[in-house]
């Protein structure tokens, strides 16, 4: 049996809050509040709290899923950015940029976030750029 | 306080006694609980005094109890204070953790921290390092008793509308091991849903702490509303000394008689 407390940040919004993960024999069973991290001071939320639960949920999305027919589909990354790329110039050529919107998140990085506002308003040229707090 | 800890622990280590030792790591600027397994690592061991007394304790039974039952062969030391002491005797008493899978390491709170946490004992019984700080009584209890009790449940009924329903309470307790928890019962309340009932939310919290809260306060700690929880677990502490004769984890470690509160028996 291995036990290992990992130190890390809660992904759930913006806050940073510094917390544990209890590892056991490579699988997550628990979450611990730093105590001494001056953002939250040792308190969680009730997301945060459960945050191990997330990254082995079966619901998890795994690979890039495309509707045919109606239905999901796992296809390649080559195929769905292939399909997203395309969808997303018929659009804008037929209905104009601000005919587009881009949700980003809190779950990502400062790095990732900067790319799809980056990716919005030079790519695309909108505005339109929301996050996962606000939904 | 921690080169004799570390002392004891590279002992009971290289003795092969225990295969690990649960305690408390400085590590990347912040402590948490850590187990210590090879005894190279004990450099960053500490005992959660970081800036004041106390300020980085962790419910380490709680956690002692996962790796126990992962490792129901295994022996473990961990790091305990008057009130871990008392936690692990009462987890002993209701099956939750044989005694044999653990070797307690005591350390005695230094008075600020027996004065801040009203502690009526603030030293295990055994302890490998500290001097025993006098105990103090329960002061925010009477405090609040003196109040009329109209106003009382006013003050109460205000403090429990702040809970923001996150669980932290429940979560960090080092007594709370129910596999089912009322608190998520359906039958009991909404339970995605804010706010919290008042006061049955709280009050049905308090009620299961009888003859379990060991008065360690992690959940007045951990609460991000602040209610005053420890004051309301210590009357019911004091409550069930009135009407069962003790007080969990200040007697032997069997179950107090009259008080055969057991959860579910560990399945090893």
Not at chain 1, 61 to 89: G, I, Y
Not at chain 2, 136 to 160: C, G, H
Not at chain 2, 224 to 244: C, G, M, N, S
């Amino acid at each position: 049996m291995e036990y290992r407390t990992v130190l890390t940040t809660c992904t759930y919004c913006g806050c940073g809050c510094g917390l544990y993960l209890e590892v056991m024999d490579g699988r997550l069973v628990g979450t611990i509040p730093c105590k001494t991290n001056p953002v939250n001071e040792g308190k969680l939320c009730v997301k945060g709290w459960n945050v191990h639960e997330f990254v082995q949920s079966p619901k998890r999305l795994t690979r890039p899923l495309l509707r045919k027919n109606r239905e999901l589909t796992p296809v390649s990354w080559d195929e769905a950015l292939d399909f997203t790329a395309a969808r997303l110039r018929e659009i804008k050529e037929a209905h104009g940029s601000d005919s587009i919107a881009f949700l980003a998140s809190a779950k990502v990085t400062n790095e990732e976030n900067y790319l799809i506002q980056k990716f919005a308003r030079a790519a695309v040229g909108t505005n339109n750029v929301d996050h996962c707090a606000r939904l | 306080m921690d080169d004799k800890i570390k002392m004891k622990v590279q002992e009971l280590l290289q003795s092969g006694k225990i295969k690990g030792f649960l305690g408390l790591r400085e590590r990347h600027g912040q402590v948490g609980p850590y187990l210590f397994t090879d005894g190279d690592d004990l450099e960053g061991l500490v005992v959660g005094d970081r800036f004041k007394p106390g300020d980085s304790r962790y419910p380490l039974n709680k956690q002692l109890m996962k790796i126990t039952r992962g490792d129901p062969s295994g022996c473990y030391g961990v790091l305990v204070r008057g009130c871990d002491e008392r936690g692990l005797k009462t987890l002993f008493g209701s099956g939750q953790i044989k005694s044999e899978q653990v070797v307690p390491v005591g350390i005695a709170c230094p008075q600020d921290l027996a004065d801040a946490c009203e502690c009526l004992k603030p030293y295990p019984d055994e302890r490998v390092a500290g001097e025993a700080a006098e105990p103090r009584s329960f002061a925010t209890v009477a405090k609040v008793e003196a109040m009329e009790l109209d106003e009382r449940f006013r003050l109460w009924l205000a403090e429990f509308s702040k809970c923001i329903k996150c669980y932290g309470c429940r979560n960090i307790c080092p007594m709370c091991y129910c596999s089912e928890c009322t608190l998520e019962n359906k039958d009991f309340g909404d339970i995605g849903s804010l706010p919290a009932e008042n006061p049955v939310f709280h009050l049905t919290r308090a009620i299961h702490m009888a003859g379990r809260c060991i008065d360690c306060g992690l959940c007045n700690e951990v609460c991000p509303a602040d209610i005053p929880l420890r004051t309301l677990y210590k009357k019911i502490a004091d409550i069930v000394e009135e009407e069962f004769h003790c007080r969990p984890g200040y007697g032997s470690p069997e179950t107090p008689p009259g008080l055969n509160i057991r959860g579910e028996e560990l399945k090893h």
